[in-house]
């Protein structure tokens, strides 16, 4: 069973910076696919970043990148999400999110820019961490 916690939210001005983390543990296979959604109070939830363990290879959604950076360290058991150069915009809950059995990285950038269309090949979780950025 995979288990995912999240860390590292709190409150920041515009312009600043904060740095997510998610620990992962019940799953050490390289065919993991790990990603990084948030949801803005009556909004729909967005994709942000994603990231294959198997190779590193990652992906971005439009509104982040750039500023945001997708990484796992070097045990490939905790994913972390540094946000940089933040606006009142990406005030929201973040959630750390997996798939398993994902064979490529290829196939996990699919997985995450299809995001909406194939929620249901989420089925792992985090309780979320909250981000608010401050004008």
């Known amino acids: 069973q995979v288990r995912l916690v999240e860390s590292g939210g709190g409150s920041v001005q515009a312009g600043g910076s904060l740095r997510l983390s998610c620990a992962v543990s019940g799953y050490t296979l390289s065919t993991l696919c790990m990603g990084w959604f948030r949801q803005a109070p009556g909004a729909e939830r967005e994709m942000v970043a994603a990231?294959?363990?198997?190779?590193?290879?990652?992906d971005y959604a439009d509104s982040v990148n750039g500023r945001f950076t997708i990484s796992q360290d070097d045990a490939k058991t905790t994913v972390s999400l540094q946000m940089s150069t933040l606006k009142p915009e990406d005030t929201a809950m973040y959630y750390c999110?997996?798939?398993?059995?994902?064979?490529?990285?290829?196939?996990?950038?699919?997985?995450?820019?299809?995001?909406?269309?194939?929620?249901?090949?989420?089925?792992?979780w985090g309780q979320g961490t909250q981000v608010t950025v401050s004008s």
């Open positions: 999110a997996a798939t398993v059995g994902v064979v490529s990285g290829g196939i996990c950038r699919m997985l995450f820019r299809n995001a909406e269309r194939l929620s249901g090949t989420w089925g792992y």
């Open positions: 990231i294959y363990r198997g190779d590193g290879t990652t």
